[in-house]
């Protein structure tokens, strides 16, 4: 149980925003929303995580749902080195991240 | 780099072989985590360590595999009679627990049992 579901694969035209969803409908009151990315044969790179506001660092942002069952996570700009598979997770103190299959992104020029 | 480093990258070992792998941690990072990743699916958990204490292990995590923390830094998994079953990638990852529990992750070994 993955505990978020995510589209299998997205497409997304270089120098576009890349829009990707997660639905995480089960999420508790206390758990963070995470996610990661993963560039093949690397490990996975955190990216950015939130609680219920709307986040933004200087690779991505967050936009969470008001009732917090839904996010988005945005890449303003996607490059070719975006293409990767992305996770959506969520976790609290002292819980492990359960991971799904993700989103493979692809760039396309 | 300070991020979390694992060693070997890549094992190639025959079925029955031990094997085994080592996570350095990001500096003062008080929890470690490992992971298994087979192709086309994400992590999956299978233990983890607050200082040199493991506090969790998943049932994935079988009588075959052991891992250690001795002195709250580095970390090491064994697997003992490999079966090839177990060629996955292991990933490492380490938090720093007033850090709302962020996970860094390391490169990953790649294991491949024959």
């Known amino acids: 149980d993955a505990k978020t579901t995510q589209p299998t694969s997205m497409d997304c035209a270089e120098g576009r925003a890349a829009n990707l969803p997660c639905n995480h409908s089960t999420i508790s009151g206390n758990e963070y929303v995470y996610w990661y990315r993963q560039i093949h044969s690397q490990g996975p790179q955190y990216i950015i995580h939130g609680l219920k506001n709307n986040e933004t660092n200087e690779m991505a942002s967050l936009i969470i749902t008001e009732d917090r069952k839904s996010s988005t996570l945005i890449l303003p700009h996607a490059t070719l080195r975006d293409t990767a598979v992305y996770y959506c997770t969520r976790g609290s103190y002292g819980q492990n991240f359960v991971f799904g299959p993700g989103t493979r992104l692809s760039v396309l020029p | 780099d300070t991020g979390v480093s694992q060693d070997p990258r890549h094992k190639i070992t025959k079925r029955g072989q031990n094997v085994t792998f080592r996570c350095d941690p990001i500096?003062?990072?008080?929890?470690l985590y490992w992971y298994r990743q087979t192709l086309g699916q994400g992590p999956e958990f299978l233990t983890y360590?607050?200082?040199?204490?493991?506090?969790?292990k998943s049932r994935l995590l079988s009588d075959r595999f052991s891992a250690e923390r001795p002195k709250g830094s580095f970390s090491t998994l064994e697997i003992q009679r490999t079966e090839q079953g177990d060629s996955a990638m292991y990933l490492c990852?380490?938090?720093?627990?007033?850090?709302?529990?962020?996970?860094?992750f390391g490169p990953g070994t790649r294991l491949l049992v024959l």
């Open positions: 500096s003062e990072h008080n929890r």
């Open positions: 990852a380490s938090s720093l627990i007033r850090d709302q529990e962020t996970q860094y």
């Open positions: 360590f607050q200082n040199e204490a493991q506090l969790e």
